[in-house]
């Protein structure tokens, strides 16, 4: 079965930039487009990113989504972190007819 | 805008059925998959299935074949997720969410199941 690995925490400090990885069991994770989840504490999860690198309106572009097709894997990037980013932030995307989540990675913003 | 709101807080006892609800609105029903993600405490986000309102027809996670059942009603614009034989590790938030792509998220339904 298709697997989505995350690192399980990243840490950085405010106005940095910070790379959360998002690696593809098998296959190629380039084959299926990938969407970005940020869930802050309490609160329901909201897209950041979707079909790899897309951004909804409100979203801003600090927010960065990218595939690293030699790497079988996606990175949501985050420059000028804000304290208000801190967040547990998830990959999703699908195999087949299943829809896949990775296991979330929380980003401390200190 | 798309709104997907939720039936409310429901405790359930081992062995029942549960029954969630999720009336959409602001985009036509029909054109979008609707799935159903859950989340228990303190856990990650777990993909549970998905209903195509055009016509009905569903996927279920493997691990919830046969305990799994999603309808939906066009006429009201609301998708169902019917869970039984609920155990004490079904307790969780249930999200109905929108889509493949720009994902819309329900607000979500805790579901305690304690005896």
């Known amino acids: 079965n298709f697997m989505l690995t995350q690192p399980h925490s990243v840490s950085e400090s405010p106005g940095k930039t910070v790379t959360i990885s998002c690696t593809g069991s098998?296959?190629?994770?380039?084959?299926?487009?990938v969407q970005w989840f940020q869930q802050r504490p309490g609160s329901v999860p909201t897209t950041v990113i979707y079909?790899?690198?897309?951004?909804p309106s409100g979203v801003p572009d600090r927010f960065s989504g990218s595939i690293d097709r030699s790497a079988n894997s996606a990175s949501l990037t985050i420059s000028g972190l804000r304290t208000e980013d801190e967040a547990v932030y998830y990959c999703?995307?699908?195999?087949?007819?299943?829809?896949?989540f990775g296991g979330g990675t929380k980003l401390t913003v200190l | 805008q798309v709104q997907l709101v939720q039936s409310g807080a429901e405790v359930k006892k081992p062995g029942a059925s549960l029954k969630i609800s999720c009336k959409a609105s602001?985009?036509?029903?029909?054109?979008?998959?609707m799935n159903w993600v859950r989340q228990a405490p303190g856990q990650g986000l777990e993909w549970m299935g998905m209903i195509n309102p055009s016509g009905g027809s569903t996927t279920n996670a493997q691990k919830f074949q046969g305990r799994l059942t999603m309808t939906t009603d066009t006429s009201t614009s609301i998708v169902y997720m019917e869970l039984s034989s609920l155990r004490f590790d079904d307790t969780a938030v249930y999200y109905c969410?929108?889509?493949?792509?720009?994902?819309?998220w329900g607000q979500g339904t805790l579901v305690t199941v304690s005896s």
């Open positions: 098998s296959g190629s994770i380039a084959t299926n487009y």
């Open positions: 602001g985009y036509t029903f029909t054109s979008f998959y």
């Open positions: 079909e790899d690198y897309q951004r």
């Open positions: 969410a929108r889509g493949r792509s720009r994902t819309s």
């Open positions: 999703q995307s699908y195999d087949t007819s299943n829809v896949i």
